[in-house]
């Protein structure tokens, strides 16, 4: 089966094939058909599966067809709900992503940080609103959002989102809700209390079931360097001092993070590039061609952005941020070590991290072979929220003083420089 099996339309097609997506994955096959004919849908898959693009991809056709029929003034009609920051920034790429042929807008929202961006955000309108839920019902008490128009509502993670005690914050929302919706849920588990919660939110639903990603290639060497956070960037080049390491894919968690790895690598004169939502199509696939070519060592990815990517004899992956999902490790490391060629897989975790490496080991019944020969080993004592304060604010007074010395330098050797600055 492909894609163009499912019936999709040609801008979403065409930003699938962006992403050398062909064939869409189990999930996948069996969601989207479902979603884009308007059921709703009691999804057993876990990150890693290609879940977020099975309700992703049908709810952009959704909204640019009703788009098409529809000319008023644009308010939230989708409503995804997730329980963490990192899952709701994957999946807000995602949808930029998919939808990047349409105009289709999303925003997320999340707590922890300040609302005044996300208020803006909001204001200027919005067709897909993902968020956790205690940032969401702050905003809708503060009257930012109205869930009146919501006609397609995604529960993510369900299992999760009990064991974090959202529970209570989820009925609230669902209380304000419009009873005409179409409804997803999705769950990695089915404990009684989640099938008591389905019950709740969907009507007829039609189930879908995918076993997770579990194993590890036989072929694919795995290691592990424990070190600190302010650690990680200095243990990543001692890693890379070994000639061996030819070529390198290289995750890291976030795009902001993709694109700090490769300023420091090419600091270093380590030829290394970025590929991730907020590169341009040409910009991700000349990266991905230097690659493949030879002329640049490391290649830095997002797990969105590395979907798709087939690298042929690829040896090495490194996990620069451990991922809080299990079976996305499994998938990360799977780019190595492929057709039978051996593979290496180097993960750099920090002590906010290890609970992550022990959910891996359980997934995969596999122990992480630990590299006693590291010169930034992790400490017993990692820094403390304050200790992290001083940190950030130190590392701000030296990128302060860093453009405050370069600009006073341009400002001498460029008089037409200094005028424009003095205006």
Not at 239 to 267: C, M, P, W, Y
Request: charged share 30%; hydrophobic share 35%; proline share 4%.
């Amino acid at each position: 089966m492909t894609f163009e099996d499912l019936k999709l339309i040609p801008s979403v097609l065409k930003a699938l094939k962006d992403e050398n997506y062909t064939e869409p994955t189990a999930i996948q096959a069996q969601a989207i058909p479902l979603v884009l004919n308007h059921e709703d849908v009691l999804g057993s898959a876990q990150t890693g599966t290609g879940k977020t693009a099975a309700f992703a991809i049908p709810i952009i056709q959704h909204l640019v067809n009703d788009r098409q029929s529809s000319k008023g003034k644009r308010s939230i009609s989708t409503l995804v709900v997730t329980p963490t920051r990192e899952l709701a920034l994957q999946i807000g790429e995602s949808f930029s992503t998919y939808g990047k042929y349409t105009n289709v807008k999303n925003t997320v929202i999340f707590g922890g940080v300040n609302q005044t961006s996300q208020i803006k955000a909001l204001r200027q309108g919005v067709d897909v609103l993902v968020a956790t839920p205690g940032r969401l019902l702050d905003l809708m008490n503060q009257g930012y959002i109205s869930l009146k128009d919501i006609q397609y509502f995604v529960l993510d993670e369900a299992d999760r989102m009990l064991d974090m005690g959202f529970i209570h914050d989820i009925k609230k929302i669902l209380a304000k809700l419009p009873k005409d919706r179409q409804s997803l849920f999705f769950s990695a588990t089915m404990p009684q209390k989640i099938v008591k919660l389905s019950r709740e939110i969907l009507r007829n639903p039609k189930k879908v079931a995918v076993s997770p990603v579990s194993s590890t290639a036989e072929t694919i060497q795995q290691y592990l360097y424990t070190t600190n956070k302010p650690d990680k960037k200095n243990l990543l080049l001692h890693i890379l001092k070994d000639t061996e390491i030819d070529q390198a894919l290289l995750f890291s968690r976030t795009k902001h993070g993709a694109d700090r790895i490769v300023q420091n690598l090419r600091r270093k004169k380590i030829e290394c590039a970025a590929i991730h939502g907020d590169k341009s199509q040409n910009q991700r696939q000349k990266a991905l061609k230097d690659f493949k070519d030879g002329d640049i060592r490391i290649l830095v990815a997002t797990d969105i952005a590395a979907r798709g990517i087939d690298i042929d004899k690829l040896r090495y992956v490194i996990n620069y941020d451990i991922p809080n999902e299990s079976e996305t490790y499994v998938h990360r490391i799977g780019r190595c070590g492929r057709a039978g060629e051996e593979g290496i897989s180097i993960s750099i975790c920090e002590p906010e991290e290890n609970e992550y490496v022990r959910d891996i080991e359980k997934l995969t019944s596999q122990k992480i072979e630990v590299v006693n020969d590291n010169p930034f080993p992790q400490t017993d004592n990692p820094m403390t929220n304050s200790e992290k304060k001083e940190f950030d604010k130190e590392k701000q007074k030296r990128k302060e003083a860093f453009f405050a010395n370069r600009n006073k330098k341009r400002g001498s050797q460029n008089p037409s420089f200094r005028r424009k600055r003095e205006r």
